[in-house]
């Protein structure tokens, strides 16, 4: 199964995306993430978008399709694969459809997580992740088991991403509802949009893309 999931930031798509990877096997490919690594390395595309992405910015459309496009030739997403922050635009949704068609893939289903900008920034803000492993917390919402100490690995350092404060997050939603939010009439008119509330709790959440994906319970 090859699915999107669509939704602004902090909705929840990383979070679900890797609930979908632990217990069906697709592949997370988040554009986010693999930008993150590519500033972390110092090569040259991290050197051009980082200061993008900490304006809160849209990295160009040809930077991202070139990485998504060799990124799903690799073995692990043969058996399907989770598009987590990709597409983000009308232009990268076509260019998506060009190379699943030349791939002879295709993509069964689109998840929007719904959720009201009012609750982003808390869920942002209130957002960390472990240094070591990288697995992903929050303050409220999803706490560790023991505070300070990561539920997965045992670490005991946390990260926060740098544009994650409230004033890049409100250029990230600016960026979501004028060039993102165009794609959920693109996918409805082809009857592979499925809607989540993603203002309910995240085992919630979990439980209704199972449903609307008609795969059964983890
Ligand atoms: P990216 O990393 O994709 O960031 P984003 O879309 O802004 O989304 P987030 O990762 O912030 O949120 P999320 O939906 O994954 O939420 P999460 O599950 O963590 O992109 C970063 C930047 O890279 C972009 O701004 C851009 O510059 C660039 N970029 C990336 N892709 C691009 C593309 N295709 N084109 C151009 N540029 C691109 O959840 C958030 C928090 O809330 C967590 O702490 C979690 O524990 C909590 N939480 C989750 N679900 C719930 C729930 N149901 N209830 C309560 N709390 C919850
Ligand atoms: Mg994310």
């Given at each position: ?17 890797i ?47 070139s ?8 073995p692990?997403?043969a ?8 597409p983000?635009?009308?232009a ?20 929007e997580?719904a ?17 070591v ?16 100490v ?9 990260l ?8 890049t ?14 794609l959920l ?19 919630a ?10 795969v059964?319970?983890?």
């Open positions: 199964m090859n699915l999107i999931l669509l939704g602004p930031p902090g909705s929840g798509k990383g979070t679900q995306a609930r979908l990877q632990e217990a069906d096997g697709l592949v997370q490919l988040s554009t986010g993430e693999m930008l993150r690594a590519a500033v972390a390395s110092g090569s040259e595309t991290g050197r051009l978008v980082g200061s993008i992405m900490e304006a809160g910015e849209l990295v160009p459309d040809d930077i991202i399709v990485m998504i496009d060799r990124r799903i030739d690799e692990d997403c058996g399907g694969f989770i598009l987590d922050g990709f983000r635009t009308l990268q949704a076509e260019a998506l459809d060009e190379m699943l068609a030349r791939k002879a893939r295709r993509l069964d289903a689109v998840i997580i959720v009201d900008d009012g609750a982003l920034v808390e869920r942002i803000a209130g957002r960390f992740s472990c240094a492993c990288g697995a992903g917390y929050h303050r409220r919402f999803q706490p560790a088991a023991v505070e300070g990561c539920d997965r690995c045992g670490a005991t350092r946390f926060q991403r740098p544009d994650d404060n409230e004033e997050v409100r250029t990230r939603l600016v960026a979501y509802h004028a060039q993102t939010e165009p009439p693109y996918y409805r008119a082809r009857g592979i949009l499925r809607s989540v509330d993603g203002m309910a709790g995240i085992d959440v979990s439980t209704e893309i199972r449903a609307a994906l008609g059964s319970a983890a």
